[in-house]
């Protein structure tokens, strides 16, 4: 059974810090690995797709990892900015079936 | 371009009452379609997912049904709710399972 965990679960750094965060999964049998954003009391905006064959993805100052066969992917943040904080979700999507598994998040606080 | 709509974005309901929620997607055809919620500071359940239309598959044993009678537009309900049923509800998009997922921005639900 496909598990997910994201750590650490709250982080609060000051603006213009680089900052990592950590998801991982215990079956590498997976299509891809999703980053998302969701800030409070909305729903999940996209931020980063890494298919199974890929090692990485970037987008602005977002660049997300994955290593599958160690069950590991992160999420770098270059310069947060007080924008950016919300909760970040990573998901994956199993092959053996239709099922997206999702971590429980990190909630990010970046202080202006 | 594709868009996802979702409605209502709160609602109060009395325990006991039948629900309702409704989800569209436009710009796509035949499009993997989701409903997953959202407890307070947790993570994800995915309740249903739907790969085409009258399909259905259920994850959780729970009172709440999903229909999809057309080909984007996928239905949650219940006949009577319970207040174990209060959450964050989302529905989710995504054209095949390996490709990036899209979500509406959600219903907030408070059974009362």
């Known amino acids: 059974k496909q598990e997910v965990t994201q750590i650490p679960a709250a982080l609060s750094v000051p603006e213009g810090e680089n900052l990592v965060l950590n998801c991982s999964f215990t079956d590498s049998a997976i299509y891809n690995l999703q980053w998302f954003r969701q800030d409070p009391g909305k729903g999940l905006t996209s931020l980063l797709l890494i298919q199974s064959s890929q090692r990485e993805q970037t987008s602005g100052r977002l660049n997300a990892s994955l290593d599958k066969s160690s069950g590991r992917s992160t999420l770098y943040i270059a310069a947060s900015q007080p924008g950016d904080s919300a909760t970040y979700l990573c998901?994956?999507?199993?092959?053996?079936?239709?099922?997206?598994?999702f971590g429980a998040g990190t909630r990010l606080f970046v202080k202006a | 371009s594709q868009t996802i709509h979702q409605w209502p974005a709160t609602l109060v309901q009395p325990v006991g009452s039948p629900l309702s929620l409704e989800c569209t997607v436009e710009?796509?055809?035949?499009?993997?379609l989701y409903w997953y919620r959202q407890a307070a500071g947790r993570g994800l359940q995915l309740l249903f997912y739907?790969?085409?239309?009258?399909?259905i598959s259920s994850e959780v044993p729970q009172n709440l049904s999903a229909s999809r009678p057309q080909d984007r537009q996928f239905i949650l309900s219940s006949k009577k709710l319970l207040l174990s049923d209060s959450g964050f509800y989302l529905c989710a998009w995504r054209i095949d399972r390996d490709s990036e997922a899209f979500f509406g921005q959600g219903t907030r639900l408070t059974v009362v």
């Open positions: 710009g796509t055809s035949n499009p993997n």
């Open positions: 739907s790969v085409g239309i009258g399909q």
């Open positions: 998901a994956v999507q199993n092959t053996g079936g239709f099922k997206t598994i």
